[in-house]
């Protein structure tokens, strides 16, 4: 178990706790709410160390027999609430595991600390049950309720509790945590960062998955070889996404953070603020042949990819219509520099004729061809 000091980030709810623990007004109840991996369990875990730690900091010590206790999670008064139904925490988890036992006493320590994970899962029976509790509970009661969604609380509950929002990380906080804790080289990191979206435990999974790995493959050699496939071979296409059906969502991302670099390097011709660095002579290629309102068109596309995934929208169609609108959007540019290049051809000839100095008209011809 971490102690508070081994936390990336959200460092305003870790200090909201400390100054809670050294100023004596610990809340009974605390909603912490944050996307999955994003260390929920961890800051509980951290705060509950901290509540019962025998030498009575704001963090907890590591040496003490209450923290030997707490990290081998065997602590007699930090009580997990389980659930045997996957996807229900039933009235009857909370009544047995909850409110039968908080009435009674400490066994050891000064507070007695439940930690609820996956808390949106409670019914409103459930969610009833625990109100009671919570309207009003014995003074040594602290109850964290960990959740991915703190609307799916009834009102009173959320009124009668501290909300804790946990925070995105930022990109190059993760990739230095990744780096120098995790030892994971410098690419890997990169992209398991990027991917991450600010959330840390994320990060940490994808670094070490090679699962995430071989999806990231099939994404860029689809995404690098689609502008010059057929249309009869986008069938093909849509097995190969298939595949990863599960994880398409994912799948996606990677694609978005593709097309991201392409913006990146068509906008600064950067490498150095690349996520995909390996892949610069490709990304370098599509930065030529997309148009700025290409790769945005493409980017959109995504998005409404994703939202018709979501609403269940047949699985083929939606990925055929968003190879589609890719390989749409790089045909579009591709007739708009040509049309940009016969237009700065008919420039070129009145300059001449206007006697424009020949070298710089020749200059700037080459220039927009070069471009296009």
Known sequence: MAGFKDIVGNEQIIEHLQNAISMGKVSHAYIISGPQLSGKMMIAEAFARALQCEKEGTDGCGECKSCHQADDHNHP???????????????????????????????????????????????????????????????????????????????????????????????????????????????????????????????????????????????????????????????????????YKLKVQDYFDLIMVWYRDVLYMKATNDVNGLIFKDEVYDIKKQAAKHSYQGIEAILEALEKAKIRINANVNFDLVIELLLMSIKEQARKSSYEGIELILESLEKAKARLKANVNFDLVMELLFLTIKEN
């Open 77 to 243: 008064d930090i009580i997990y609430v389980s659930h045997e139904k996957p996807n229900n925490i039933s009235v009857d988890d909370i009544r047995t595991q909850l409110n039968n036992n908080i009435v009674i006493k400490p066994y050891s320590s000064k507070y007695k600390i439940y930690i609820v994970d996956e808390a949106e899962k409670m019914n409103q029976q459930a969610q009833n049950a625990l109100l009671k509790t919570i309207e009003e509970p014995p003074a040594y009661a602290v109850i964290m309720l960990l959740t991915t969604n703190a609307d799916s609380f009834l009102q009173t509950i959320r009124s009668r509790c501290i909300t804790l929002n946990m925070k995105s990380v930022k990109d190059e906080v993760i990739k230095a945590y990744l780096m120098n804790e995790k030892h994971i080289p410098d690419y890997q990191a990169d992209i398991s960062a990027a991917f991450a979206q600010g959330i840390v435990g994320k990060a940490v999974k994808l670094a070490s998955s090679d699962e995430f790995n071989e999806l990231k493959e099939s994404a860029l050699s689809l995404i690098k070889r689609l502008d010059d496939i057929d249309l009869y071979e986008l069938g093909a296409a849509v097995k190969q996404i298939a595949e």
